[in-house]
Structures are given as structure tokens and as C-alpha cells.
């Protein structure tokens, strides 16, 4: 599919490539939608493909969209995915050079765009970029972990309606990515006593965090989807479950930090198996919410953990799958509010 008919198709507002050569910045910037505000865009960075850049950028932002909208926030989505530059970025003079640069090529958007942490991206890595605009949130908060524990407490709530109980001890999840959502998550898993096993694509992640927390099983990334268990937690940089591989699948929920671990194709797939989907969107906004509204830990993680017992509620009423009702709830509010032709 071409860019322009892709776009289309998923209802995205615009794409801007960024490009500054001295600090090595190669950037996709996507706005999905400034229906109810300006759309906040996650920052990744460590891609260097210029075309996956760009779809990841599409995919991430209609993502952030239905992630605020659920969320109750009034910020649309967007996404900028960085190219990692040919130098790296070692030299901290190089990495504030690359950030500074991207909030000056961000600086004509900020009245559509604010930027924020993801992937590979550090508060300190924001500040940068706040040197040059304002268009930013969560310099002063640490978002990986606090959606770790966000995605914990959505993870109980989904367990209760897939599992029919919210408790984790004893219940076997597998954890697909190590970085610091996904050991922020094992930690919380593993003190209420849930066997895990765990894999990264970086396997030196996996093996570390095994050192740390006594009885965590370690497998390679590509066995893992093989791996009994009770739920599947991707938490890696995306796509972690292609559709042709729904069938390995031995779990009965899927609930994880992950942007976008199934395409729709996908969503299919993992229905037809009767496998219940929390999706991303749904469970991982903690730590958007506490970077835009200032909100502790504690109370971005109960809001995940109310919009999931909503979700699974109204599943449950209508024997509707659990990721269509989430993406249906999203819709409706972006519908409704944007119905009154502002975004504030």
C-alpha cells in the first residue's frame, strides 16, 4: 500500500520526515488526529529503516489517538520515530545535539504536536527538546515505570474476566521484551508470586533480570511464543505477534506494554483462537496519563485499571471481544466530543 493511501485509510491529519544533517537527525513525525486536542507523539528512537520509520510512525499514532481518548485526556495522537544517526548517539554532546534539533524542526508544529518519551527516549532526552519548544510533557516523570505498574494493574483487571480471578500467584506469564517497562512489570508480577518466563531479543536483558528475581525462567525470544502459559505479555518495540504465528500461541489473554504487538489481521486471528486481547491502547496509557495530567503512579494505574473492569464489563454484557469494545469506547468520545468543534 502506498503512503498517502495508507494514511487514508487509517485517518491520519499528516506525516512530516525531519532532517538535519550536522546532529544526524532522520525522523517520521505522524498526526493521527488533533480531534480533541494537540496529539501527543511518543519519541522513539534506535530504527534506522526509512521505511519502517514511516509505518511505525502511522501505526504508533493512530495508537496514541485511541490511547488518550480512552484515557479520558483531550490530546489526540501522534508518534516521531528517530533513525538512529550513523555516529550514535554516545557522546552526550551528540545526544543533546540530536534532541535540540528535533524540538527546533517541532518548533512551527507545537500548536498541533507535543512531544513525550518512548522507546529508547529518556525524560533527560525531553528536556533537550524543551530547550527549543514547549510542546512537551514528561520531563519530570519516569513513564516506563510508572506504565509498567499500569500495565500490572490493567493485567489484574483483565485477568479477572479472562482468568476469573485477579490474583497472580501461581499464574504463568511470559514476557516478550526487557527493557523498563517490561522489568518494571516482572517485578510487580513476581512479588504477588506469578511464575514467569521471560525473553528478550536481546538475551543479555532476559539473563540479567533472571539474576535478580529467584525462579524466572529464561527462553529464547523466538521459543517464547511457544511457551505454556496463562498470559502473554509483549512488551517489545512492536508487531511481536505476526498473524501467522497466532496458532504457537498457547495463553489465554494477551496483555502487555507493547505498541501494536497484532496488526488487524491479527486482532482476527487471535479471536478466532478464542484468545482474549487487551490492547495496547487500553492497558499502557499510565504513564501518558501522569505525564499529562501530573497524576501520581498510584492514580494513573487506577484509571488504567477502571477503563479495564469498564472494557471487560461491557464485553462481558454484550459477548463482544475485548479489543473491539476498547477501540469502540475510543471512537465514541473522539465522535462525540469532537462533535462540539473544539479540542479542549
Do not use: W
Not at 485511541?66 to 552526550?92: I, S, T
Not at 518494571?184 to 528478550?200: F, I, S
Not at 504465528?245 to 494477551?254: K, T
Amino acid at each position: 500500500m502506498l503512503i498517502l493511501e495508507e494514511m487514508q485509510a487509517r485517518g491520519h491529519e499528516a506525516l512530516t520526515l525531519l532532517h538535519h544533517a550536522p546532529s544526524g537527525l532522520r525522523a517520521a513525525l505522524a498526526i493521527h488526529s488533533t480531534v480533541l486536542g494537540p496529539a501527543i507523539a511518543g519519541v522513539r528512537l534506535g530504527l534506522q529503516d526509512e521505511q519502517l520509520a514511516v509505518r511505525g510512525a502511522l501505526a504508533l499514532s493512530e495508537s496514541l489517538t485511541l490511547k488518550a481518548a480512552l484515557a479520558g485526556l483531550n490530546y489526540g495522537g501522534g508518534a516521531c520515530v528517530l533513525m538512529m544517526p550513523e555516529a550514535g548517539v554516545d557522546d552526550p554532546h551528540a545526544r543533546e545535539a540530536l534532541f535540540r534539533a528535533l524540538g527546533r524542526q517541532v518548533r512551527p508544529l507545537e500548536t498541533r504536536v507535543v512531544l513525550t518519551e518512548d522507546i529508547g527516549v529518556s525524560p533527560a532526552d525531553i528536556a533537550f527538546v524543551a530547550q527549543e519548544t514547549p510542546a512537551t510533557l514528561g520531563v519530570n516523570t519516569d513513564t516506563s515505570s510508572v506504565t509498567g505498574y499500569g500495565v500490572y494493574r490493567g493485567m489484574k483487571a483483565a485477568a479477572r474476566f479472562a482468568l476469573g480471578s485477579e490474583s497472580m500467584r501461581g499464574v504463568r506469564v511470559a514476557i516478550l521484551g526487557i527493557g523498563a517497562v517490561g522489568r518494571t512489570l516482572a517485578g510487580h508480577l513476581h512479588r504477588e508470586g506469578a511464575r514467569l518466563t521471560v525473553a528478550d531479543y536481546r538475551a543479555e536483558r532476559a539473563e540479567a533480570l533472571a539474576d535478580q528475581l529467584d525462579g524466572v525462567q529464561v527462553v529464547a525470544a523466538d521459543q517464547l511464543l511457544d511457551t505454556p502459559c496463562d498470559i502473554f505479555a509483549p512488551c517489545a518495540y512492536g508487531h511481536s505477534v505476526r498473524s501467522e504465528d497466532v496458532p504457537r500461541l498457547q495463553c489465554r489473554l494477551i496483555a502487555g506494554g507493547e505498541h501494536h504487538p497484532l496488526t488487524r489481521r491479527g486482532e482476527a486471528a487471535v479471536k478466532e483462537a478464542g484468545i482474549i486481547y487487551m490492547p495496547d491502547y487500553a492497558i499502557n496509557a499510565a504513564g501518558l496519563i501522569a505525564a499529562a495530567q501530573g497524576t501520581t503512579p498510584e492514580q494513573a494505574a487506577e484509571r488504567v485499571y477502571q477503563t479495564i473492569n469498564r472494557i471487560t464489563a461491557v464485553a462481558e454484557q454484550y459477548g463482544k471481544p475485548a479489543h473491539i469494545v476498547a477501540r469502540r469506547m475510543a471512537e465514541r468520545r473522539i465522535d462525540l466530543i469532537g462533535s462540539l468543534g473544539h479540542g479542549k
